[in-house]
């Protein structure tokens, strides 16, 4: 018996997530972790999370950029790396993904916000995507009109894992 479709995104969504998180939290690129040793809490990689951590990776700046746009009094490195992470991945699936449904996109990331973030992650996440959604709705090209942002990786000290947005 096969797995639902729904169910196989839903675990490469999880992946994506867990390879960048390990990137970033490593100070390696995307592609060196994906060539490497990696843990994933459960295998083995679906090519679907690899596509679209790959893909997340290349337009970190302009995802970033959107991010600090949408996440008012936020800055996207002081933001707790799993929803900073997971923010990239799901932008990223509802801009440069065509077949997927944004609601679907927005729901399945809340729900993972619920299983790795904390407990505020859940609103923030929902709050950050469904602005995003909306722009797009009216017909805005985000990468257009959004400034890229470079970031660099917080310094232990500043790093705050309790900062989120309600």
């Known amino acids: 018996m096969s797995t639902p479709a729904y169910q196989t995104r839903r675990l490469a969504r999880s992946q994506a997530l867990q390879i960048l998180f390990q990137a970033e939290a490593t100070g390696r690129k995307v592609c060196d972790v994906l060539s490497g040793d990696y843990a994933l809490s459960d295998g083995p990689l679906n090519p679907y999370a690899q596509t679209l951590a790959l893909t997340a990776s290349d337009k970190i700046p302009a995802l970033d950029g959107i991010i600090t ?66 722009a797009t709705q009216a017909g805005e090209d985000l990468f257009a009109t959004t400034p890229a942002v470079e970031a660099n990786a917080p310094k232990p000290a500043d790093h705050d894992v309790d900062a989120v947005e309600e």
């Open 69 to 134: 746009r949408f996440s008012k009094r936020w800055e996207v490195m002081r933001m707790p790396a799993v929803d900073r992470n997971l923010l990239r991945l799901s932008i990223c699936e509802m801009l440069c993904i065509a077949e997927v449904d944004t609601a679907v996109c927005i729901n399945e990331s809340v729900e993972l916000a619920r299983a790795y973030g904390t407990d505020e992650s859940s609103r923030f996440i929902n709050g950050v995507l469904g602005a995003i959604a909306a």
